[in-house]
C-alpha cells in the first residue's frame, strides 16, 4: 500500500501546547493522525470535539479516541525525535540528502 502525504495548517502556539501533551502520552503528531485517519476508516465515524475539557460533555467517538490514543504503544523513535526530525531522517533514507 502507498503512502500519501498531507500537508496541514495549524495555530503555532496551539501547536506547542499540543507537542507538549504528545511527548508525555509517548507519541507524535504525525502518529496521532494516522491513528485517526486508521480509525476514521476501519469504524466510519469521524469524532467530533467539543471545546469543552469535560470528557463527560463530549461525544462517545471522541472518548473512545482519547482512550485509544493514550493505548498507543510507546516507542524510542517517538519519544526521542520531534517530527522534523523524523522526517529529516526519512528525507535521508530515501534520497541520501535533505
Known amino acids: ?51 469543552s475539557a469535560d470528557s463527560s460533555e463530549l461525544p462517545a467517538s471522541l472518548v473512545e479516541f482519547e482512550r485509544m490514543v493514550d493505548e498507543l504503544p510507546a516507542t524510542d523513535v517517538y519519544a526521542t525525535k520531534s517530527d522534523d526530525e523524523l522526517v529529516t531522517d526519512a528525507l535521508m533514507e530515501r534520497y541520501g540528502y535533505v
Open 1 to 51: 500500500m502507498a503512502s500519501l502525504t498531507r500537508s496541514v495548517r495549524v495555530d503555532g502556539n496551539q501547536l506547542k501546547v499540543a507537542d507538549q501533551s504528545f511527548a508525555a502520552h509517548n507519541t507524535s503528531f504525525s502518529e496521532l493522525v494516522r491513528e485517526l485517519v486508521a480509525y476514521v476508516a476501519r469504524t466510519g465515524d469521524v469524532p467530533s470535539f467539543s471545546a
